[in-house]
């Protein structure tokens, strides 16, 4: 139980595209959703949380208009990468609570690369 | 906010002998701690957690303490396997599943054959 699915595992696009990553709680309706980004050999980095149907809550230094966050549903959140750049290339990965005193549980992440 | 710090940052063991991983956080309020396992590439997992109320946890081969006076808490893999061979992340929340986790650093352990 408690799978998390993200997709795409892996994107390669030009500067400028917006790219949209979306997670998925299979089996368990999340009430939260974390974004985390990972450099190399680094420690996960919160960029935001969201709870359903409110606006995301985002970490300090993490622009809210370049990283827009949905989280639409109890099953689906989604990240969208606008105007990426190639400093936004990273690991990106997401992961799903259902509260309740449940942990986290997260989804296989996203390469992102921007060329 | 919380702070994390997480030691050492690399740990290179011979299969059979324990490893040790320890932590500290800043926030008082913090009483949910989980450890996750990561291997290259691939997700975090969960490996194990400990709520404030309890002082030591174990699983098999992996234990976890917390001390909250001191405000540290420690992992302890015994009779290590190639197979333990990841990068460990510690972390603490303040509450679960719905409040955000501050992570420690990781460490990148390497069990010897």
């Known amino acids: 139980g408690a799978v998390v699915s993200q997709h795409p595992s892996w994107v390669i696009c030009k500067s400028g595209t917006s790219v949209k990553i979306e997670c998925r709680s299979l089996?368990?309706?999340?009430?939260?959703m974390f974004w985390y980004r990972q450099f190399p050999k680094q420690s996960l980095m919160l960029m935001a949380t969201?709870?359903?149907?409110?606006?995301?809550?985002?970490e300090q230094g993490v622009e809210k208009d370049k990283f827009l966050i949905n989280h639409a549903s109890l099953t689906l959140s989604t990240l969208t990468v606008t105007s990426a750049h190639p400093e936004d290339s990273s690991f990106y990965i997401c992961?799903?609570?259902?509260?309740?005193?449940?942990?986290?549980?997260f989804g296989d992440g996203t390469r992102l690369s921007i060329l | 906010g919380e702070n994390v710090e997480q030691h050492p940052s690399t740990l290179s063991v011979q299969e059979g002998d324990s490893a040790v991983i320890k932590c500290t956080y800043s926030?008082?309020?913090?009483?949910?701690f989980p450890w996750y396992k990561q291997e290259l590439g691939k997700r975090p997992q969960l490996i194990i957690d400990?709520?404030?109320?309890?002082g030591e946890k174990k699983d098999q081969r992996i234990a976890v303490t917390l001390n909250k006076t001191a405000k540290h808490f420690s992992l302890h893999i015994t009779e290590t396997q190639p197979e333990d061979s990841a990068v460990y992340f510690c972390?603490?929340?303040?509450?679960?599943?719905?409040?955000?986790?501050?992570f420690g650093a990781g460490t990148r352990l390497f069990v010897k054959a």
């Open positions: 992961s799903a609570s259902e509260g309740g005193g449940q942990p986290q549980h």
């Open positions: 089996d368990f309706q999340a009430t939260t």
């Open positions: 969201s709870n359903e149907g409110s606006k995301a809550t985002y």
């Open positions: 926030d008082s309020a913090s009483n949910y």
């Open positions: 400990i709520r404030s109320n309890v």
């Open positions: 972390a603490a929340s303040i509450g679960t599943g719905g409040f955000k986790t501050i």
